[in-house]
């Protein structure tokens, strides 16, 4: 059995504290305390974070009968999905829609964290660029060449 309240170690997790910075970091006494007001509101704003999420945990868990480690995994993985998809999709605009040429495949791979420029080629489908030009109202580079040549006929 759990010996400390899991809800609000999971939230720590999920919601960590900004670090505050030394005040030697900063040149004037001005710059700090303009610093630290932004810094407070942002502290206090992950402190209702935190609170949030435990009490989110604690209801799944009390009224769904839901582990909440296995159901703040499940949340993160969702998040992770999302990113991936929005990661290929930003791909597929990089490739496919910016003119007058596409970005390299090494530049896009560094910039996603691909491994190698061919998993950036193998990284977003069809769909995916037409999930991007749903989004955009643009069209790939080679619909608008299409478009172009039938009215060139």
Known sequence: MVSHDIYAALAAILHPMPPTPPREEFS???DYEFYMEGHQAHLEMVARDREQTAEELQISAEELGEDP?????AQQR?????AEAKIRMLIAYAREFTVPRPYTLSVLANAAGFKSPSGVRTSYDLRTAADVADRTGLKPRNWQADDNASTDS
């Not at 480690?69 to 995994?73: D, I, S």
């Not at 969702?78 to 999302?82: M, T, V």
């Open 78 to 82: 969702a998040i992770k999905e999302e």
């Open 69 to 73: 480690v296995l159901r703040a995994l």
């Open 28 to 30: 004037s006494d001005a």
